[in-house]
């Protein structure tokens, strides 16, 4: 069995993503349920089966909507090695460009990756030359957590929230994001301010957003941070999706329709 569990705000296609979602899912030639993990305000429903909609809990964003998500499976379904999780909000398809072929790349490196060992997670893997630390574990690499997919013993090592995580940002300016220094690094507090307030012309409209927001997105990245840093500390294999010639053909093509469909979105 492969269990998605979906986490959703407002997603403008939501039946169309359950599609492209469900597609992937059963072409692997496992059973799927989807588990549609709502974090925003609206009631939605779908007329596909397999699908069962849950409240969500959005007090840290999509983490704590996992972690009720994680929590919901585990007490209401029977779980067991050989079952495969996955893992998705509602960007993966909106801001991403999720092609037949990266699908088909997702289903060929779980299926190979479960065939060599247990404790592994598969998804888009980012890699640094630096070592960061996030409330004391190390990293040098994480998952982006838009869309992955892991096997029962990493889904058992998952840990979305981390309380000192929710408060380790102290300050937010107009030109800099100030942390606690004994939860997080100093490289890791270079990295985020990189993002999120750089000198240039940056991300997710830095300059232009509220400090909340930019306060809310930098807990959001610590807890993704934090997510790999726990899996790595207990010896699960990262595969990254796009690796491989082949995967890097596939990873370009998804990125040039992506910057197409950009450029041509209507406005909302």
Known sequence: MIYCLFLIYEPVNLEKSLLRLHRFLTSSGKKAKILVINNGEQIHSSSLNNIEFIP???????????????????KNYTLQDGDLFCFANDTYDKNHYFSRLTAWLYNLKSKQAAKRQRGFILGRVDSRNTEYKVDKLPLSKW????????????????????TRLCSAVKEVTDESIYFDQTVVDTPMQEH??????????????AHSSDNDVIRNKSVAILHEKYLSAVLMARNIEFIHVYSGRIGRIVHKFDKRVQRFRLRYRKPS
């Open 143 to 162: 998952i982006s957590s838009y869309f992955f997919v892991l096997d029962y013993t990493a889904f058992q090592a998952l840990v979305f929230l981390n």
């Open 56 to 74: 969500g809990d959005n007090r840290y964003f999509e983490f704590s909507g996992w972690q009720a998500g994680k929590q919901y499976l585990e």
């Open 192 to 205: 985020i301010n990189s993002w999120l307030r750089p000198t240039g012309k940056g991300w997710y409209r």
